[in-house]
């Protein structure tokens, strides 16, 4: 029997201080909290889409404390690292069969129910990936990359690095279909193994602890998919799992070149003698002379004091005043509590997803990797997702009143006399 559940998602955000900047001509769907709502839905039928708290042990509540553990050094961040999994719930992933995924000990398990997946919300197209496995002896389980949610032959749909035993066609190392290990690692099943992974254009490499076992060239690669976990038979564990996109563009140059200015506009943006993009002033607005529909953006930043406002808005009516989609920058919290922002939280969705938790920090140099692919967009801040949402409403030209899939261009955003911030790098890859 497969599932079919929709998982709603409180959302909503805080003051607006400039109308136009904040979409405020656009009504938000209010649920009993007051609170806008949105959820995570899919086309996929059979998907259970899974919240802040799922797979994890009955009766237990996300820490805050916890959940900040899980960002990663910003060293890391800044190349674009971020995790999968946070170690404490499911958020970001979606459930595709009938199969016991769950949460035991800080790692994700299954060992019973339908043969399925358990996928990233959004695609990737070039990408490292790594995680640690522990698979009983005679467990099959597998790491699917570029896969649709219900692949259908790893031979054409996607790419299965299979986690089998030795006696099978395609034993740990493999691509199903496609490539036969010459050498079976042999795996102690009591014991974690780093697997590492590297997907760029044609080629996907596999190494386990440190060894390659696969170098494979598709003669006709796919184009972006999920990276899916998954049952097959048997008790598997899954670990720290993080992924770095690759093949990201800088867009910030030394002369603003490929970048429109407003002069008429309150804001103010130059580059440092550092090489930083400054944002400070009133109301304005940087726009890309790029347009961009399905991307991946990694953008590094800095607050110089608190509570301040900016935001990365994008697919944007080229032209108009910040008229597109908002990925917000704001890491004031309420009553202390980072669980609780201000006003939608840096990496929230304005108007439409608050950010889950705020992970950055103001006067502190934070990550932040973007992610949008037709109605789905995801956010990570210093490594760890706050924001995983789908738009449902009507396809509309103007994204402030409903679905936008039309490419479009990227606007930084001066919000206030009080903003002051800079970017030391905004880079970013198109999703074919």
């Not at 553990?69 to 999994?85: D, K, M, N, T, Y």
């Not at 060894?211 to 972006?224: A, N």
């Not at 108009?320 to 917000?328: A, D, F, I, L, P």
């Amino acid at each position: 029997m497969l599932l079919a559940i929709g998982l709603a998602a409180l959302t909503g955000c805080g003051r607006a201080k400039e109308p136009v900047d904040d979409q405020a001509d656009e009504p938000a769907a209010v649920s009993d909290s007051g609170q806008a709502a949105t959820t995570a839905g899919d086309e996929a039928v059979g998907k259970e889409a899974v919240g802040n708290d799922a797979g994890a042990p009955a009766g237990s509540q996300l820490d805050a404390s916890a959940l900040l553990a899980a960002r990663l050094p910003i060293e890391e961040s800044s190349q674009g690292w971020v995790r999968l999994f946070d170690g404490l719930s499911l958020f970001g992933w979606e459930i595709h069969s009938d199969t016991n995924w769950r949460i035991e000990d800080g790692a994700i398990v299954v060992d019973a129910g339908e043969v399925g997946l358990l996928c990233t919300s959004v695609p990737w197209q070039d990408f490292e990936l790594r995680m640690e496995i522990r698979a009983d002896e005679a467990t099959n389980s597998g790491i699917f990359l570029r896969t649709p949610p219900v692949p259908t032959d790893p031979a054409v749909d996607c790419y299965e690095v299979n986690v089998a035993p030795a006696d099978n066609p395609f034993p740990t190392g493999s691509l199903v279909k496609r490539f036969r290990v010459e050498s079976v690692p042999q795996l102690d099943p009591e014991t974690w193994h780093l697997y590492e992974l590297s997907l760029v254009g044609d080629r996907l490499r596999v190494r386990i602890d440190g060894e390659e076992v696969c170098d494979y060239v598709d003669p006709k690669p796919l184009g972006p998919g999920r990276i899916g976990l998954q049952h097959n038979q048997g008790r598997v564990a899954f670990r720290d799992v993080r992924v770095r996109p690759v093949g990201t563009r800088e867009l910030l140059t030394p002369d603003l070149a490929g970048w429109k200015t407003y002069p008429e506009m309150d804001g103010e943006f130059r580059i440092t003698e550092e090489g930083w993009l400054r944002v400070t002033g009133g109301r304005g607005q940087l726009e890309s002379t790029s347009s961009h529909a399905d991307f991946v953006l990694l953008a590094q930043a800095k607050t110089a004091s608190d509570k301040l406002n900016s935001g990365i808005f994008f697919r944007c009516i080229p032209g108009e005043t910040m008229n597109g989609y908002e990925c917000q920058i704001n890491h004031e919290l309420l009553d202390g509590d980072p669980l609780r922002p201000a006003d939608c939280g840096t990496g929230g969705i304005f108007r439409r997803q608050d950010a889950r938790i705020v992970a950055a920090d103001d006067g502190e140099w934070f990550s932040l990797l973007l992610v949008a692919h037709g109605p789905q967009i995801a956010a990570w801040v210093n490594g760890l997702q706050v924001t995983d949402w789908r738009d449902e409403r009507p396809p509309a030209e103007n994204p402030r009143q409903g679905l936008r899939l039309e490419p479009g261009t990227l606007m930084i955003q001066a919000h206030d006399p009080t903003t002051d911030l800079v970017f030391r790098g905004i880079a970013i890859a198109d999703l074919p």
